[in-house]
Structures are given as structure tokens and as C-alpha cells.
């Protein structure tokens, strides 16, 4: 489970040979913290698929606002340096499971 900045945006998700699954959200929003602990709980059970990994709104500005993150939680599947895929709302867990599924 990957936990992304402003600083390893580039690197960890634009520059990624692999597809990865992003959730946008924040400490204080109690969906967007149910949305993490579900995916890093399918994180450490896949064997195949993308990436996954977080991105807190509140300390990563840069990130939130070029990808106009309104509602949380949000999550963006990229495949290369392009959005492919993008849900805003908390999935229940066999949603979350086949969106993943989806894009391995």
C-alpha cells in the first residue's frame, strides 16, 4: 500500500509502468477513512491487479487541485499519466473489489 504526495506524484503514479488505484481522502471525513481501510485490506490480500495507494487532500494541495477533487472520498484509476477510471463516493467493499478486478 502506497501512500502518495505532491513530492511522489510524478514518480509514483504518473511515471508507473503498472495501472494504480488512488483514494483521495481526508482524516476528518469518516466515509473517505472507511474508503482507505478498505482498500488497504484488499491491498494486502491481491495478488494481481493495480496498485493501490492514498492521498490525503489535506496535506497534499497540489494533488487534490489538479485533479479537481471536490467530494470525498474519490478514487482515480491511472493507467500511465491519464485518469481512466474515476468514482466519488464510499464503494462497498465487492464494488471496490471489481473495479480492481477491472484494471489488473
Not at 481522502?25 to 491491498?43: H, K, M, T, Y
Not at 495507494?53 to 500511465?80: C, K, S
Amino acid at each position: 500500500m502506497d501512500r502518495f504526495t505532491d513530492g511522489t506524484w510524478q514518480s509514483g503514479v504518473l511515471s508507473s509502468a503498472e495501472p494504480v488505484a488512488v483514494v483521495f481522502w481526508a482524516e476528518w471525513c469518516v466515509p473517505s477513512r472507511d474508503a482507505a481501510e478498505a482498500i488497504e485490506g484488499l491491498a494486502g490480500r491481491r495478488r494481481s491487479g493495480p496498485r493501490v495507494g492514498l492521498v490525503n487532500v489535506d496535506e497534499n494541495p497540489r494533488t487534490t487541485e489538479r485533479y479537481r477533487i471536490q467530494g470525498l472520498p474519490t478514487l482515480i484509476v491511472f493507467r500511465g499519466a491519464e485518469p481512466e477510471e474515476r468514482r466519488v463516493g464510499l464503494m462497498s467493499r465487492e464494488d471496490l473489489a471489481r473495479l480492481l478486478d477491472k484494471h489488473a
